[in-house]
């Protein structure tokens, strides 16, 4: 029996590591792609022949003719995002992949984006989280409180209703007591949910069948992983982090494969850091460095067009990441970001409270103090983005490879030195 290959791809840090053009890199050799947590809130960008797509809820596999996409069960699913994408790939030629839906994703309804922005603001300057205001928390706090609604429920009409009737009753309660809101009138969910469902019902299907058919059969199957590992629920620097498991445990809840199925955790990390929305960040530069980098990086949300908080690379955060997901293989992105620079700085260690921290603190407050303390590496001027092998980038942007390498304790197996799809350094990914 030919033995499967199951690769689960993570972003390392706070998301935004590149990883639609990793995954879009790897797939040529992957029969099933599956995304398992997160919702909307993501956006992988993929650019194929010059020309970009951007996936926010669907796999990005979806440009392969003949492969198999999978909407694993901890993923939640936008209705209206979901059909609008499929429906943009489907104008333009490109849904070439079989798409499948796991009927126990739970279902980002109109009140839960509603519900998103008006916690946002009522959380007042401060204590915002900065979130997409994709629905994601309040979905995930239904799931869990079990007052959600699941793909399943969105395809019988009668059992729809009768859940969301005192779904809403509660939800408007809220809306208009809490938050001043107005209320939603019942029809105006419950009518276009019914529709929804209708259009969902032909990519709903077993996917824990479908997994483990994959399995059986020796099909090489890709885990891509949304948002990031410091945006992890429970190891994330919380409150501010979104509402999923980020971390590579979170493949198996979301999907139905057990952790002895995997083959290799794959990190994609960005050669320098960034973050978009509210929470610590010890390496942000608010200068001119951090001008350069999202200049030069394109560093603005492929999902909200917020612009990105920029810095160097922080190893601290990087090696904790190394940890919680016992990473097998590096994808480093964006290396031509930091051509052209002087001197480049990674942050090495931190300083708290006049002490040196061995560790990545378990608390967010703590990492909202901590002085960086940086290791300077020779920078390198050439241009970098039609390089296509290790060997011919510049002495300086090698050691800087190597440097994370041996400060991680993981290879660094692809460099990207460019956006598109053919500008990567592939060693032996
Ligand atoms: P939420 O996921 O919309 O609830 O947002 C919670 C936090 O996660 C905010 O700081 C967002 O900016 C961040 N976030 C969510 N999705 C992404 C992503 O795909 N990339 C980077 N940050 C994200």
Known sequence: MKKSKVDLLIGAQWGDEGKGKVVDMMGADVDVFVRYQGGANAGHTVIVNGQKVVFHLLPSGMLYPGKLCIIGNGLVLDPEQFLAENAGLHERGQDRARLVVSPHAHVVMPYHKILDRAQEAARGKGRQIGTTGRGIGPCYVDKYARNGLR???????????????????????LLTRLYNEKPIPFDEVYEPAREWGKALAPYV?????????????GRHILLEGAQAVLLDVDHGTYPYVTSSSTIAAGAFTGTGLAPCDLTRVIAVVKAYTTRVGEGPMPTEERGEIGELLRRRGGEFGATTGRSRRCGWLDMMGLKYSMELNGVDVLALTKLDVLSGMDRIRICSGYEYDGRRLDRFPTSSRVLEEVVPVYETLP??????????????LPDAAQNFVRFIEAQLDVPVKLIGVGPDRAQTIDRGL
């Open 205 to 217: 299907d077993d996917v824990v069948r479908l997994l483990r058919a994959a399995v059986d059969a």
């Open 379 to 392: 920078g390198w001027k050439e241009d970098i983005s039609g390089c296509t092998s290790f060997e011919s």
């Open 151 to 173: 793909v399943e429920d969105l395809l019988d009409p009668d059992l729809l209703r009768e859940k969301l009737v005192p779904l809403m009753e509660e939800k408007n309660q």
